[in-house]
């Protein structure tokens, strides 16, 4: 390595005085329209950091000249989009459910702001396209816990099921074993009838023996004939439709142990017209009725 800076002959510029293994660094500038790109951006941040937010301080940001915020600017987007949209909020909250379908404009506008509200709110639970989990009901079909009307169907939404709200649809699947109300012999035998009322069983003695373990215990909230009870939310035990699955385990479990999941109260986190929004939304599916 040299430090001697010499010119270069072959390119007449200057070195730098660096050499290694013979190969010598020159001392080129650089071209002008870079250096003044260079130049121009400097100048340009420091007008950014005037007119725009743009230093973080202890407990808060330089706000700049322009007071610029993206939160403000958001705010102001929801607002004119909210403007926009008070006409048929306004219609919306105006119009029976039953007769929104009538005026296909505000049907329409119901439809897209329930299923917006449906994605953000619902489908953590529920599915992205509705279909529902082990525990979660499908709301595509045609099977209701608790009535798939429209005015059920808003009920549900605004008051949950087995909320904390008062006025919550109510309705325990009792467990039978861990509570001391039946023996395990009889919570095989309950358990075989009822799967009996939708596939054939093997064991017809333990069917036999369900059926009228059933009737003393069972039929009070799924009635003699095992159709369920929507004012107590009691499932349909005989159309193969499962709420939580049908292998014997699950349903077994189920008998045992109790169900008692928990849909929250809407009323008080969503407006009623994105709850109307939502009614409307989950009827249009194809199961409401």
Not at 20 to 46: F, H, V
Not at 168 to 178: E, I, V
Not at 207 to 216: D, L, P, Y
Request: charged content about 25%; overall charge negative; some cysteine.
């Amino acid at each position: 390595m040299s430090n001697k800076v010499e010119k270069d002959e072959f390119s007449g510029t200057d070195t730098t005085g660096h050499e290694w293994d013979g190969i010598k660094e020159l001392d080129t500038p650089m071209p002008r329209w870079w250096l003044w790109t260079m130049y121009g951006t400097i100048i340009w941040s420091i007008g950014y950091w005037i007119v725009m937010p743009a230093w973080p301080l202890v407990s808060d940001y330089t706000a700049g000249v322009l007071g610029y915020s993206s939160r403000g600017s958001l705010e102001r987007q929801l607002a004119e989009a909210e403007a926009a949209q008070a006409e048929d909020r306004a219609l919306l909250l105006a119009t029976p459910l039953e007769d929104v379908k009538d005026n296909e404009g505000l049907y329409q506008f119901a439809l897209r702001g329930g299923k917006s509200a449906f994605a953000v709110n619902c489908s953590q639970c529920h599915g992205s396209g509705a279909a529902g989990a082990p525990g979660f009901p499908n709301l595509n079909d045609d099977d209701w816990l608790w009535g798939g009307s429209l005015q059920d169907i808003y009920q549900t939404i605004q008051f949950g099921i087995r909320s904390d709200h008062d006025d919550t649809r109510l309705g325990d699947m009792p467990a039978f074993l861990t509570d001391g109300m039946l023996e395990k012999e009889q919570i095989n035998d309950v358990t075989e009838y009822v799967l009996s009322l939708s596939e054939d069983r093997k064991d017809t003695a333990a069917v036999e023996r369900g059926t009228q373990v059933f009737a003393e215990n069972c039929a009070s909230c799924h009635g003699e004939n095992a159709k369920g009870n929507r004012e107590l939310g009691a499932p349909d035990l005989t159309d193969a439709i499962w709420f939580y699955g049908k292998d014997k385990d699950v349903v077994l479990r189920t008998i045992a142990r109790g169900r008692a999941n928990v849909m929250p109260a809407w009323v008080d986190r969503l407006d009623d017209v994105t709850i109307r929004q939502l009614a409307l939304y989950v009827h249009s599916l194809g199961g409401g009725e």
